[in-house]
């Protein structure tokens, strides 16, 4: 009886992790078009909305990893934060409108970008990332600090005042 009820567990582990894979590769064509389309051309010191990145842009806006591999280099004129989520991610979807709030609160002062780790599956590696969200902290100089989980409005602002733009302690 035992080895039934393993070997069904198996079958119903197999084929739910095939019908995640099918609709994963699916899904990736068309998130990279879309990802693609609201990607940005350019930074924008102006910009109140969370930039989308893709490969090509996250090497323009934030790091080229080919070019300087063992060294992180800022290629950014502001500090930033990058949301590394998916669509499918019910907590990504719970900080999504905090980055919108955090993108109109920090207008001018910190760039707010979001990568589709499905769709930009080599940025995920690059960053180790292996659960999500995860969030990139990125002050104007220094290293960045990633952050695995998905955490209430304050603390980001906490972390963005503290250590994105290296502002005494925040009273709350």
Known sequence: MKKIGILLLAVVLNVGFAACNS????KESTTEKTVN????PAESANTATV???NKESFQKLVWNYTQNAQDWVYEGSLPAVIDFYADWCGPCKR???IMEKLAKEYKGRVVIYKVDTDANQELSSVFGIRSIPSVLFIPKNGKPAMQAGAMQ????K???????????????
């Not at 389309?37 to 940005?40: H, I, M, T, Y």
């Not at 409005?153 to 980001?156: G, I, V």
């Open 23 to 26: 609709n994963a590769a699916e």
């Open 37 to 40: 389309e609201k990607s940005a």
């Open 95 to 97: 900080v999504a409108p």
């Open 158 to 172: 906490q972390i963005i005042e503290e250590f994105v733009l290296g502002n005494k302690a925040v009273q709350q």
């Open 153 to 156: 409005e304050e603390q980001y």
């Open 51 to 53: 930039i989308y990145l």
